[in-house]
């Protein structure tokens, strides 16, 4: 996936200006910055949900170009609150994720089926394939919207904060999951997070957005470094070598 000044205004006001960046197929790339930097903002627009300035291109192709079906087949968005029809069970919320599959006054066929099946399973939401989406709790919920994302069969997942909704053990659940789907499947991740240690992580890449601008980019050890962190998002931390990226930890000034 490339974006190549990228610019989105909202109301006049200009919140992404000029955002490049490049995520390879089976990469992870996580993009961080603090509150109002842009992020869910830049991560709609890459995602076809919104207007922007600048190029977007999936395996080549422009976003605005492709058919929305094609779109739809091609890229999986998980916004941070999906709206949700209350009384709606998890299954046929699920199968949402098929609709692009499904011809216009047609009917879901078995592949459509067998696929809310599969992500059902992956999620390990089997269980609750037959509850209303008004009974399950915030982290029950996240694993249904990652369910249906995966049933749509997108090979590029663009996750706004996927686990903010998350204690610390489901979170490092969700994350494994989509890591161990990156691996299995060669799926393509964008997302946004907050928590820079578990970000840091995750990512094979990270990108700090600081007012709607790239102002950092590259491994998580080279973007989560105290003076990045303390000139953008105003804040003394400690960075603590990891196994698997940096560990951010903030102290007293
Ligand atoms: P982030 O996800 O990084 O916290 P957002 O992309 O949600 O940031 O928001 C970026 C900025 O855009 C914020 O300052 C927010 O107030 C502003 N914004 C969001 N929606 C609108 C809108 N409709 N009109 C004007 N400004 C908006
Ligand atoms: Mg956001």
């Known amino acids: ?6 610019t989105v205004r909202l109301d006049q006001a200009l919140i992404v200006d000029g955002v490049d960046l490049r995520v390879a197929e089976g990469e992870w790339v996580t993009v961080i910055g603090p509150n109002g930097a842009g992020k869910s903002t830049a991560l709609r627009a890459i ?6 300035g600048g190029t977007v291109r999936w395996h080549g192709r422009a976003v605005d170009e492709l058919p929305r079906r094609e779109r739809a087949k091609a890229v ?10 209350p009384a709606m069970r998890v299954f046929d919320y699920v199968l949402l ?6 011809p216009a006054l047609g009917r879901e066929s078995a592949a459509d089926l067998a696929a809310a099946d599969e992500a059902l399973a ?14 399950l709790s915030g982290g029950e919920k996240q694993r ?50 907050h928590d820079l ?7 094979d890449r990270m990108v700090l957005l ?14 989560l470094t105290e003076a990045n962190l303390a000139e953008h998002y105003r804040v003394k931390v400690r960075i603590i070598p990891g196994d698997h990226g940096p560990l951010v930890v903030a102290v007293r000034q």
Not at 97 to 102: E, L
Not at 197 to 203: H, I, M, Q
């Open 76 to 85: 999986a968005t998980v916004l941070q609150s999906p709206v949700v029809p």
């Open 97 to 102: 994720g098929r609709t692009p599959y499904i």
């Open 210 to 223: 600081a007012g709607g601008r790239v102002v950092a980019a590259g491994s998580p050890a080279e973007v």
């Open 122 to 135: 992956a999620l390990d939401l089997v269980p609750f394939s037959g509850r209303r989406l008004d009974t």
């Open 197 to 203: 240690t578990t970000a840091g992580e995750y990512a």
């Open 1 to 6: 996936m490339e974006v190549a000044g990228l």
């Open 144 to 193: 249904v919207f990652l369910a249906r994302a995966l049933a749509q069969g997108a090979g590029i997942v663009l996750l706004d904060e996927p686990t903010s909704a998350l204690d610390i053990g489901h979170q490092q659940e969700v994350l494994e999951l989509i890591d161990r789907l990156r691996v299995e499947r060669g799926l393509t991740v964008l997302a946004t997070m």
């Open 47 to 52: 995602g076809g949900l919104l207007p922007f």
